[in-house]
């Protein structure tokens, strides 16, 4: 995750703990917190990542030589992976068979690739929905499945900021963070009425997960480093953001590479400065499409009639490849085909 999001957002599920502008700022049903880090604490050695990684899918091998466990986390997730092993094949099927119900978005009898790749991609970021599922009605008051922005607001600032947040030392960061906030959620909301579905949400939450919120991702990080303000990110703020020297202590190793990093792979115009588009480009690396990757093999290894797209049937034919049953014995003899089991 990215350095304004917790690993995993594991908070998230009883509290909201994000970084904004320097300062982390702990929310958790009404009570607002800020912890302004202004060199109060020794920063840790390591280096910080700003990079969002694409994950993998599986931690198994991608053989089918050796088996299809990797499909199956792939097309499943880990955790409904594991559930579809202690299944009978028949039980397998036939939840598979409603899996691809809802894989067929148009509904027109057919999966495609694309259609594949999405909802690979959904299997992979659940425990994103999951946490979202979990914080819903802390911010949804009114109970009609959506959240406005005044929801959102109230629920989160509403107390503090009825009295111009009060007596709190620091208005102008809390301030500069609920305009952030309401710059991130119209972002999110794209047909632009202030009111976020679910999938809006997330993409609030997450910004990094979606396409279409990477420009509010490249404009937060430059406000997060940017100590200037000129709009661009010198080699001392590109430091400056993952370590704080102390007096007197040599620069570790790691930081001179990174200066080197900058020079040689950030800076990719070499004029001494990440740009927004090279800041995208760092942050936001255009990685090996695992999702991609895996639909066009799931695709290649089914589509018997080799249209390009997929029926239930031949699907189902394929079932062993999609999804794994007590008859594959946790992953193992995977390889034989389906009349054989």
Known sequence: MQGWLLPEEAQRVSCDLR???????????????LCLGLGLAKPPPEKRDRVHHGQELSDHPHDDRQGFQYDHEAFLGKEQAKTFDQLTPEESRERLGKIVDRI????????TQGELKDWIKHTQNRYIFENVQKNWRDYDRDGDGRIA??????ATYGYYEGEEFGDLEDKQSYR??????????KAADRDGDMVATREEFTAFLHPEEFDYMKDIVVTETIEDIDKNGDGYVQVDEYIGDMYTPESGEPEPEWVQSERQQFLDFRDLDRDGRLDRAEIGHWILPQDYDHPEVEAKHLLYESDKDKDQRLTKQEILDNWNMFVGSQATNYGEDLTRKHDEL
Request: hydrophobic share 40%; charged share 40%; no cysteine.
């Open 19 to 33: 970084q904004v502008s320097g300062a982390w700022m702990l929310r958790s049903r009404g009570l607002l917190v």
């Open 104 to 111: 067929d978005r148009d509904r027109d009898g057919f999966v």
């Open 149 to 154: 922005w005044p929801e959102f607001k109230n």
């Open 176 to 185: 500069k963070m609920l305009a952030r906030d309401e710059r991130r959620f």
